[in-house]
């Protein structure tokens, strides 16, 4: 796989909601069951009113729902360690503010603990409320051996039409996913990510928001690592599908299934660390696609630390001594890396004594190596994206020791950044790049992106990322999903449209059309025929792009379909039937909508339900890729002569259709499955050249050098070509 440069990436990154920084507060649709991760157990209610459940957020996140301690005894402290069973050997845990002082009265309070660097749940058999001072166990939980605590999950990679395909996505925590090298080609009108019930995508399923936390049609994807939240409190147990869905059409552009009870970590925001603002973002170096992202929350702030990384590199960022200067010596950072071969992340607490490497406790010196239990950066998550390492933080806004400055909220202060190797004790040596000149940031200022935004023009960044952070989403919240209704997308322009002849009732002497599929043909084709946006694909008859045919009362006439017959590729299955629906798509009408429409071929009833009859394998005419795009075609004519038709194996479905004294002087010939892919058939009493507008330019026929097949010769084909022409001056 290519690595992307570093702009590229960048650009691909600036997503508002990324891996486990759940930044976007959004209402929703779905209500959900409170998910803490894997339950360990119940702590033992031995002494001091001690209670709650701890549950495993990751390896090394602790959560403890409805913790409660009577505050009395003079010394308790959280306790893990790796012998049988608790005592005071084991290793004290800050507390959930990150303070090392003594325990204080909890009245069955939410609370999230981290386990101290090199620990996991893998290598501690207990957690515990310890009583240092007369050496008790207030109350404690057994860790089982082998105990499988929630890490990400890997699900397949998408596939599917216009382009969509991507890399395994990750289902990184319980309301993020990501998704590495999507691509998508941009062509249809009302394309987004979409999830639902059931292990493929409906009309019924719920928008999701992009990466910039919007939920518009998606614009073209080329390899682009994103990453997505679910909205408000919808979680990755409540969907069994996520995809590329066209609302507007009804079509699925690929999907993948997601497992039950995927065993992944819960989202920041169901653990309770919600931001009071949304986010910030600011490039700190270029070349390395080094950005900042920021949220204050409450007491703390949330940070995250994106960069290209060499192997054994690290990256760097903090606040200077002196608010008024951008100085290294005496600053407070945070040291950020993934380690690429054990995809482990890590974010220490630094304290800049001086700009060696840190001995004895001088130099640049994790602050556990100058002072005891004084670490006050949270690890939260990291993911390591094609080389790109993407590490998510929190601390405390005001200094918990001397070791810590204060992270202002009421005006700028000055902040120093490095990137530089790890030396052999997985410290930092001396910096490779770093900030050269002084530089100052607002942390509490109003939400602004100033980090580059997909595929938007520098001077149209700083209005798109205040719109992205800022704007609001239109969901329902509601306890009761309300149904959802069809989008129509806005009418098209119905100008430069292509001339198409129509297919006169005396040019067919069998009565027979052959209904294939093909490109809409650009601004020219189909949206400027109908005055209706397409979403890439319509109808061909007899070769030609959506014809208007004229047909004859009392007439036979035979419809040979090759429209796909793969039922479970949605987006390759296309029934065909003939309607007084211009629209078409019947089959994901509303009751209502079903009960104003008449169909007249191509569906037959059972039960009361219609059900489609003409379905045949398929046959797609295909443009030639080293021709221009269709938009350059002045005639339909031109265009019609770079396509191929290409069919799958199989045979085709046939509709027979007689039009009698009640079939309407106009019907449509549609797709039963999706909307808007045919065109207008005229009935007629009589086949008159005056009253059909026919004229010898308007003539369709074969290329005379292949005839067009029997019924027999079809039935036993294995593949048809059909070639229309049209004479010069269309």
């Known amino acids: 796989m290519t690595t992307p440069s570093p702009t590229l990436f960048s650009t691909r990154l600036s997503a508002v909601g990324l891996v486990a920084a759940v930044f976007l507060l959004l209402a929703t649709q779905v209500c959900s069951e409170a998910y803490y991760g894997k339950l360990i157990g119940k702590l033992s209610e031995l002494h001091h009113g001690v209670s709650g459940e701890v549950y495993a957020v990751d390896g090394r996140t602790l959560f403890i729902k409805n913790f409660a301690y009577d505050g009395e005894a003079p010394t308790a402290y959280f306790y893990v360690g790796t012998s049988k069973s608790p005592n005071g050997n084991g290793i004290r845990l800050r507390d959930e503010n990150g303070s090392t002082d003594t325990l204080k009265r909890y009245r069955r309070k939410d609370i999230t603990l981290t386990l101290p660097d090199g620990k996991t749940l893998n290598n501690i058999k207990w957690f515990s409320v310890w009583c240092d001072e007369y050496a008790v166990n207030f109350g404690d939980v057994r860790i089982p051996r082998g105990f499988d605590y929630p890490k990400p999950q890997k699900l397949a990679a998408l596939s599917g039409v216009h382009s969509v395909s991507s890399e395994p996505i990750v289902v990184v925590d319980a309301q993020t996913l990501l998704i590495p090298s999507f691509s998508y080609d941009g062509e249809a009108p009302d394309a987004k990510f979409w999830a639902g019930a059931g292990p493929s995508p409906s009309p019924q399923g719920i928008r999701i ?34 995809g590329v869905w066209c609302e507007a059409f009804t079509v699925d552009f690929g999907h993948v299934q997601i497992p039950a009870s995927l065993n992944v970590p819960p989202s920041l925001k169901m653990l309770g660390v919600s931001p009071q603002s949304k986010l910030n973002c600011e490039v700190l170096e270029n070349s390395q696609a080094f950005e900042v992202r920021w949220a204050v929350a409450g007491d703390s702030i949330v940070g995250q630390l994106v960069g290209k990384l060499d192997e054994g590199q690290y990256m760097s960022f903090g606040v ?43 130099g640049s010196c994790p602050d556990t190596r100058i002072r005891e239990n004084s670490n006050s950066i949270r690890l939260l998550n990291a993911a390591l994206v094609d080389g790109y390492s993407i590490v998510t933080y929190q601390r405390p806004l005001k200094a918990s020791d001397e070791l810590d400055h204060q992270i202002l909220t009421n005006g700028s ?136 045919i004229y047909v004859v009362r009392g007439t036979r006439y035979t419809f040979f379909v090759e429209g796909g017959e793969d039922v479970d590729k949605p987006a390759l299955y296309h029934p065909f039937y003939i309607t007084d629906d211009p629209v078409g798509g019947y089959q994901h009408k509303t009751p209502e909508e079903k009960a104003k429409v008449k169909i007249f071929a191509g569906a037959e ?18 443009p030639d890729q080293n021709q221009p795009r269709s938009d350059e075609f002045a005639t339909f004519g031109a265009y019609q002569r770079t396509l191929t038709l290409k069919c799958d194996p199989g045979e085709p479905g046939l509709v027979v259709w007689t039009p009698d004294e009640n079939t309407p002087d106009t019907v449509y010939y549609q797709c039963f499955t999706h909307r808007y892919l045919g065109w207008k058939i005229h009935v007629l009493d009589s086949c008159d050249a005056e009253e059909t507008g026919a004229s010898e330019t308007q003539e369709v026929y074969v290329d005379p050098q292949q005839q067009r097949p029997s019924a027999e010769d079809l039935e036993n084909s294995s593949s048809i070509r059909v070639s229309s022409k049209i004479t010069h001056g269309h």
Not at 217 to 239: A, C, E, F, M, S
Request: include cysteine.
């Open 209 to 242: 928001p992009d990466e910039n936390g919007k939920v518009v049609p998606l614009r073209q994807y080329n390899r682009k690592t994103i990453v997505l939240t679910l909205p408000g409190d919808l979680t990755i147990h409540q969907i069994g599908h996520f």
């Open 320 to 362: 200077s001594a002196n608010t008024e200067r951008s100085t290294m010596v005496n600053g407070d950072v945070v040291v950020a890396w993934v380690d690429k071969q054990t995809l482990q992340g890590y974010a220490v607490d630094y304290f800049l004594d001086a700009k060696s490497q840190c001995s004895g406790g001088r």
């Open 413 to 548: 202060q000055a902040i120093i950044w490095a990137i530089g190797p790890l030396n052999e004790r997985q410290e930092v040596s001396f910096h490779s790049d770093y900030l050269k000149t002084d530089r100052f940031i607002d942390f509490g200022r109003p939400p602004v992106w100033n980090c580059p935004v997909p595929d938007q023009e520098q001077s149209q960044l700083f209005v798109t990322s205040n719109e992205k952070v800022t704007g609001t989403q239109e969901w329902v919240t509601t306890t009761k999903r309300p149904k959802r209704q069809q989008v129509t997308p806005a009418p098209a322009l119905k100008t430069d449209a292509w001339v198409i002849p129509p297919i006169q009732c005396n040019d067919t002497d069998d009565g027979k059309f052959y209904a294939q599929m093909g490109p809409t043909g650009g601004k020219h084709g189909y949206p400027a025929i109908t005055g209706h946006v397409g979403w890439g694909i319509s109808w061909y008859i007899n070769g030609l792009l959506i014809p208007e």
């Open 605 to 622: 009833r059972h039960g009361g339900e219609y059900r489609p009859t003409a379905v045949g394998r398929m046959c797609n005419w295909l």
